[in-house]
């Protein structure tokens, strides 16, 4: 199995990965939607030779606090066909997607998701606290990658795509 950077040509593929995965379209859709409005931070997938297995997306967004911007990452959606799940791969996309975005120099990753899976990875519903967005309580989660990013409040500015 390898992690590599999603291409254009993987599109298709990445499309049907993410209606299996959830079982309906509208994560398809919104990943589509950020790469039409080049929202886009990182992306990647989870391949053989033969087929894509998993994809993790990761869009812009910004955390304003007294008017300045803080560049951060929005995490979703992560999608391991169903087959393949429970093996790691998930864990494995978002080890990669972490790590790229602290190497753009991400301030935060924010996710929305299982609030018993991701802190795993070092999210923490805790660590976003502080953060003024339309989602809150266990689910609503964050990771610092630079010390001291999320301990004051800030707005949470997601791209478009998202509709909130």
């Known amino acids: 199995m390898l992690i590599r950077d999603a291409t254009p040509r993987d599109f298709p593929a990445i499309r049907a990965v993410i209606r299996h995965a959830f079982d309906r379209a509208d994560e398809a859709n919104l990943v589509e939607q950020l790469r039409d409005d080049g929202d886009v931070l990182c992306e990647f997938v ?29 995490l979703a959606p992560v999608s391991v066909l169903p087959h393949f799940q429970r093996r790691g791969l998930g864990g494995d996309l978002i080890r990669a997607g972490n790590a790229r975005c602290a190497e753009l120099g991400c301030a935060a990753i924010i996710v929305l998701g299982h609030a018993e899976y991701y802190p795993r990875f070092g999210f923490s519903a805790a660590a976003a606290e502080s953060l003024e967005a339309p989602f809150s309580g266990p689910h609503f989660m964050a990771l610092e990658l630079k010390a001291g990013a999320l301990k004051a409040s800030g707005r949470v500015r997601y791209a478009k795509a998202f509709g909130v």
């Not at 994809?55 to 967004?61: E, F, G, V």
């Open 46 to 74: 989870a391949a053989t030779d033969v087929a894509l297995q998993g994809h993790i997306l990761y869009s812009r967004l910004t955390i304003v606090r007294d008017g300045e911007p803080l560049e951060a990452a929005a």
